[in-house]
């Protein structure tokens, strides 16, 4: 089992910056392949960013790339999404998301675990 908590949501400007964290529970947060994914109102919920269980590989969704990083640190079992040039756009609920496989997965499922989501509102 993996509780997953996000925090680092906000208010920003478009223009400006936000760090979200997730937080895991346990001992085997090496194990898993993270994401992050997010839902507008009446929107589906839609891939971010995805890391591998080492950290050393990354994949984005093309309109936040070059925008936002992913990474984390299993010292800390905590995985990190930097946001920077916001857009009115980014503005959505964000949760991370934990999957026992290798790949890096860039739909809701497989991923088993899910935060409860942190809201980020960007202003024009």
């Known amino acids: 089992q993996v509780q997953l908590v996000e925090s680092g949501g906000g208010l920003a400007q478009a223009g400006g910056s936000l760090r979200l964290s997730c937080v895991a529970s346990?001992?085997?947060?090496?194990?898993?392949?993270m994401g992050w994914f997010r839902q507008a109102p009446g929107k589906e919920r839609e891939f971010v960013a995805a890391?591998?269980?080492?950290?050393?590989?990354?994949t984005y969704e093309d309109s936040v790339k070059g925008r936002f990083t992913v990474s984390r640190d299993n010292a800390k079992n905590t995985v990190y999404l930097q946001m920077s040039s916001l857009r009115p756009e980014d503005t959505a609920v964000y949760y991370c998301?934990?999957?026992?496989?290798?790949?890096?997965?860039?739909?809701?499922?497989?991923?088993?675990?899910w935060g409860q989501g942190t809201q980020v509102t960007v202003s024009s």
């Open positions: 998301a934990a999957h026992g496989g290798v790949l890096l997965i860039t739909t809701p499922p497989p991923y088993t675990y």
């Open positions: 346990g001992r085997t947060f090496s194990s898993y392949v």
């Open positions: 890391v591998s269980r080492s950290g050393g590989m990354t």
